[in-house]
């Protein structure tokens, strides 16, 4: 498996921040809290969303610490880049395969942030996390188990 900085072919300077952002916010709340990677989210240039399975509802303190854990991982300006790998030499457990595509191909694509996070993704990306600007929740909810955080970058 090689691993290369993200390339133009992956890169949308619009989104790409924003994607990146989610990322590290996925990667902190798995840290954090235990939880897996968000249930579901919507991504866009000037805010985002996502939903993770929860048992109760993020106290103003926690996330407050989200979001400073968030920043200080884009502050630490850590390289973006990602490897190729065949499905089946991936060790069990490391990635939900459940959320592939039923027409996946065999190969995909691995996003690392550093050695802080990394997942399975097609998406655009920065190269690097300073790149990113200021995380900063904008809102959460919780509701029916799923705690809502609402987020945007101040560039």
Do not use: W
């Amino acid at each position: 498996m090689e691993i290369n900085e993200a390339s133009d072919k992956f890169k949308d300077d619009g989104i790409a921040p924003m994607h990146t952002a989610e990322h590290i916010l996925n990667g902190t709340m798995v840290k954090m809290f235990g939880c897996r990677r968000a249930q579901s989210s919507h991504v866009e240039r000037k805010k985002s969303k996502c939903d993770y399975a929860l048992p109760r509802q993020l106290s103003a303190e926690e996330v407050q610490a989200v979001e400073r854990a968030v920043n200080e991982v884009i502050a630490a300006d850590m390289p973006v880049t990602f490897e190729f790998a065949e499905v089946g030499s991936l060790s069990e457990g490391r990635f939900d395969l459940s959320r592939l595509p039923e027409d996946a191909t065999q190969t995909v694509r691995i996003v690392h942030i550093g050695d802080y996070d990394e997942c399975l993704c097609v998406g655009a990306h920065v190269q690097h996390t300073s790149q990113i600007g200021h995380f900063r929740i904008s809102s959460t909810r919780f509701e029916g188990g799923v705690q809502r955080i609402v987020f945007r970058l101040d560039r």
